[in-house]
């Protein structure tokens, strides 16, 4: 199993898998998008503190679920390319870069219109909001650290560890409701049905929370098919110098 699971590291094996599953990700994502969006918009009550803005959390959610699980995807991916300098796993954590930031990006803005009726402004300098503020810019180095160095071997290298420093930060927007005093809400999902919001609005976040998933996972196999792809024709360039 432990073989057969590394096999997928070479980039053939890689692009026969992935472009077999992309047709089936990208139509569960744009199935169960469009349902949570109708679901959430036009079957869910009002709140209210915050009328129909309360349906933003069918948007904030997911996103900052995501901007800290993607970045935790890195530093695993990360890892293994470190450890067994699996060029894939450099790539994976490449391409998931730019989707883990627009995450965070969405995540940010949609919790200052989500918060603004409650805390009376767009932005306050709290644990939780600071730490996912500096995760992006986390994001953002990294992404700009790939594009500095010329050699992708050494970039990929440098890249990886700047991602493990920053996964302090990952773990800071995690649990900092639970570490430091915060004005952010708890998890509005959680394996404690007494912490969970309304059934009225978890089942649609639910499917919206699946969605963002699904759209995750087709738009890294597609960043990472680009990516092997140009790395192809880069080799064929050098090769006729």
Known sequence: MSTSFWSFANPNKFMRLSGALLPFTAVIAAALIVVGLFWSLFATPSAELHGQGVKMLFVHVPAAFFSINVYGMMVVASLIGLVRSHPVSHLAAKSAAPIGAA????????????????????????????????????????????????????????????????????????????????????????????????????????????????????????????EIRARRVRALRLAER
């Open 103 to 226: 995450f965070t990006l969405l995540a940010i803005v949609t919790g200052a219109l989500w918060g603004m009726p409650g805390w009376g402004s767009y932005w306050e300098w709290d644990a939780r909001l600071t730490s996912i503020l500096i995760l992006l810019f986390f994001y953002l180095g990294y992404i700009a650290l790939w594009n500095a160095i010329e050699d992708p071997v050494k970039a990929a290298d440098l890249a990886a560890i700047l991602c493990l420093v920053g996964s302090i930060f990952a773990f800071l927007a995690r649990y900092a409701s639970l570490l430091f005093p915060t004005l952010h809400q708890g998890s509005s999902l959680s394996v404690d049905a007494d912490t969970n919001v309304d059934n009225s609005f978890y089942y649609p976040l639910l499917v919206m929370m699946v969605g963002y998933f699904f759209v995750f996972v087709t738009l890294l196999l597609v960043s990472v098919r680009t």
